[in-house]
């Protein structure tokens, strides 16, 4: 009489040691990604070539920090997401900096992406040219406007140019801008 039962919560105890195993799998997947555990926000930060590369974190969207060593793979995964991060943050420091700028800049952007060598990638849309180019110094960041490459464009050509470099501590530091008639 004793044997269904047993055999029924042996059953039991194996499905939930199945099910408490697929929840930590998947638990550890989510929190292994590289982001904000804060607000979510994937626009984060670590001091790269330091010590508290991949250990101490900000977010650009909340601005809160905090630390966390993250799986190799994550990590080489945010990585390879900084040339975004870079480009987006400067988009938003100039056009912080220059309404001139700002009210040229694409407001929902599809880029086209160039990936020149393993350091240079080029970015395209709406009449903008974006490179972000990783250096000794950090990553070069020249943004070019020209409303001549607006397909169907008839008003008078202008042109906006803004350099500057991205450091690996994560600020912007802006060399030249010029908006050209
Ligand atoms: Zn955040």
């Known amino acids: 009489m004793a044997k269904p039962v047993l055999l029924i919560g042996v ?3 194996a499905l939930t040691i199945i099910s408490v195993l697929l929840l930590a799998a998947q638990t550890s997947e989510v929190s292994g990604e590289v982001k904000c555990p804060f607000c979510g926000s994937k626009e984060v930060w670590t001091p ?17 920090t905090w630390s966390k060593t993250y799986s190799e793979e994550a990590y080489r995964d945010w990585l390879h997401r900084t040339p975004v ?3 987006d943050m400067v988009l938003k420091f100039v056009a912080a900096k220059h309404p001139d700028a700002k009210q040229l800049l694409p ?3 599809v880029w086209s992406v160039q990936q020149l060598s393993q350091d240079k990638v080029v970015y395209k849309c709406g009449g903008w040219i974006i ?30 140019v803004w350099t500057g470099i991205f ?3 994560g600020k912007i530091v802006e060399e030249s801008y010029g908006h050209y008639y």
């Open 131 to 160: 490179s972000v180019e990783k250096t000794e110094e950090g990553y070069k960041v020249t943004l070019d406007f020209s409303a001549t490459r607006i397909p169907g464009y008839i008003g008078i050509p202008h042109r906006i």
């Open 11 to 13: 059953g039991v105890v």
């Open 107 to 109: 407001p929902k952007p």
């Open 167 to 169: 450091t690996f501590d």
């Open 48 to 64: 790269i070539g330091t010590k508290s590369e991949n250990f101490l974190w900000k977010c650009f969207n909340c601005g809160k």
């Open 85 to 87: 991060i870079v480009r």
